[in-house]
């Protein structure tokens, strides 16, 4: 992996300073992650997130929590055991369990932790921590006071040899210079201050407004009665909204590995659920629904000819094509469920693909 070393500096200066200038806020944090059938990835990503906290400093207090939400492989007693290895080195792994969906896990760990005013930080499951990828978030607020979120840089794993398909639908991490400048945040890492997602299960956390609009839409399979579902989808709007799009930053120094998607079936899968999601949310929250218009929508950053090599000309009008159909099977299918000839019966449909084993992890890497 590659590490930013040139990081190292600015934490070990704080290893020895007088810690009490510190906000409280600040040294007293809850790392959390949620895992539903991550058997492949999750011992990896635990020894990863492991090595990541040793670097903190220690007047930092963590809690560390792992919510299994809904789990029907061997996650669990992978986790169990991880949960002994780590006591050894005096690591207090924590296991919990939630009601399948993420943001229920996220919410679980965040009633489950004794510290209230902390800053929390959350993790996919089936990632790859660089070592000084929390110090690096934990960093970023003492630097800015009035971040809301920061978030890790995403690097992708593919194999050794990347198929046509997958250059085209990972365009924008093979040629970020093609992607224009991004508001929203990614969900695989992130810290935040305010976790202000309602649960819609209580009716004391729903408007009137959003009742009506669940009592109305009831029968069209947006299941708007489980409130947001999406956790990056929902904040990123959540966050700009209430304050402001520069309080939501990438933090270089923070990095993260993953497994993309590498067929079109996940891709249609992965596209499906961003659309319904933005569908749900502008109806639930349509004060929300000009930052994606304005703000969030993804495009392609349109370059002189001359400064594009010819092969990328060529993906890029392959990933126009692919995402026009990929458009088209949604609407047909959004038909389909209408007039009650197909049922969708899971919104977040899980995507196969990226949950494969880290093996050869180093050297199946692309830089």
Not at 34 to 45: D, G, L, Q, V, Y
Not at 58 to 80: G, H, P, Q, S
Not at 82 to 97: G, M, P, R, S, T
Not at 286 to 307: M, N, T, V
Request: charge should be positive; aromatic fraction near 14%; glycine fraction near 4%.
């Amino acid at each position: 992996m590659n590490i930013t070393e040139s990081f190292r500096p600015e934490i070990e200066k704080l290893y020895n300073i007088d810690y009490s200038l510190i906000n409280q806020e600040l040294r007293n944090i809850t790392i959390g992650i949620a895992a539903r059938n991550e058997e492949n990835a999750i011992r990896k990503m635990l020894d990863s997130l492991i090595e990541s906290i040793e670097i903190l400093p220690k007047w930092v207090n963590y809690e560390l929590f792992i919510c299994l939400n809904n789990c029907t492989d061997n996650t669990e007693v992978i986790v169990d055991i991880a949960v002994e290895d780590y006591k050894k080195k005096k690591i207090i792994l924590q296991k919990i369990h939630s009601k399948p969906g993420k943001i229920e896990a996220q919410g679980k760990i965040l009633q489950s932790r004794k510290n209230n005013e902390g800053l929390t930080f959350f993790f996919d499951a089936d990632i790859i921590v660089d070592k000084y990828c929390i110090s690096a978030l934990w960093l970023s607020y003492i630097r800015n006071p009035e971040l809301q979120i920061s978030y890790a840089k995403v690097e992708p794993v593919y194999s050794k040899t990347p198929s046509l398909i997958e250059k085209i639908i990972n365009l924008y991490f093979f040629y970020p210079y093609l992607r224009n400048k991004r508001y929203y945040f990614y969900g695989r890492a992130f810290g935040i201050k305010d976790w202000n997602v309602p649960d819609f299960s209580q009716s004391g956390q729903v408007s009137c407004y959003q009742q009506e609009c669940i009592a109305k839409r009831n029968n069209d399979n947006l299941q708007l009665e489980r409130g947001p579902l999406v956790d990056d989808i929902y904040l990123s709007r959540y966050i700009a909204h209430n304050y402001g799009l520069t309080t939501i930053m990438e933090v270089k120094e923070a990095v993260v590995n993953f497994i993309p998607i590498s067929n079109l079936a996940d891709y249609y899968y992965g596209s499906r659920r961003l659309w319904l999601e933005l569908e749900r949310l502008d109806i639930l929250f349509p004060e929300h629904a000009y930052l994606q218009k304005k703000f969030f929508k993804r495009k392609i950053k349109w370059l002189s000819l001359k400064e594009i090599p010819f092969g990328v000309k060529i993906l890029i009008c392959l990933r126009v094509l692919v995402d026009g159909f990929t458009k088209l099977a949604f609407i047909i299918s959004k038909f389909l469920t209408n007039i009650k000839l197909i049922h969708t019966s899971e919104i977040w449909k899980p995507l196969a693909t990226t949950k494969k084993y880290f093996n050869s992890f180093e050297e199946g890497k692309n830089e």
